[in-house]
C-alpha cells in the first residue's frame, strides 16, 4: 500500500505562484509513473500533468501547459508541481496520484493510489 501526502497548497492572487511537493511512503517509489489532477466544486476531477518514473517524460493538460511544472526527486520519495502565473479557475483541491507503471497516464482511471488532496485557491 503506497500512502501520498501533498502539501503546499493555500491562497494567491490570480498571477502568483505557488508549489505543491507529494512524498510517497513507498521505498519503490522511482518504479512509479506519477499523476497530478484536481477537482473544482461540482466538477469532474481533471489531469493536470504526468512524469514517468525517470522524471524526464512529461505531459500537460492544456489549460496548463507553459505555467505548470511538474518534477520528481527519487532520493526523496517526492513529486512536485511548481504553478505560475495562477488564474482563478485553477481553484481545486489538488491531488498526487501514482501508478505501478513506468510511463505516465492522463487517465484517473490508470492510478492505483492517491493523497488526500490540497486546496489550492486562486483570487481575483
Known amino acids: 500500500q503506497v500512502q501520498l501526502v501533498e502539501s503546499g497548497g493555500g491562497l494567491v492572487q490570480a498571477g502568483g505562484s505557488l508549489g505543491l511537493s507529494c512524498v510517497a511512503s513507498e521505498r519503490t517509489f522511482n518504479r512509479y509513473a506519477m499523476g497530478w489532477f484536481r477537482q473544482a466544486p461540482g466538477k469532474e476531477r481533471e489531469f493536470v500533468a504526468t512524469?514517468?518514473?525517470?522524471?524526464?517524460?512529461?505531459y500537460y493538460a492544456e489549460s496548463v501547459k507553459g505555467r505548470f511544472t511538474i518534477s520528481r526527486d527519487n532520493a526523496k520519495n517526492t513529486v512536485y508541481l511548481q504553478m505560475n502565473s495562477l488564474k482563478p479557475e485553477d481553484t481545486a483541491v489538488y491531488y498526487c496520484?501514482?501508478?505501478?507503471?513506468?510511463?505516465?497516464?492522463?487517465?484517473?482511471?490508470?492510478?492505483?493510489?492517491w493523497g488526500q488532496g490540497t486546496q489550492v485557491t486562486v483570487s481575483s
Open positions: 496520484a501514482s501508478r505501478t507503471s513506468a510511463s505516465g497516464s492522463y487517465s484517473r482511471y490508470d492510478y492505483n493510489y
Open positions: 512524469v514517468d518514473r525517470s522524471g524526464v517524460g512529461t
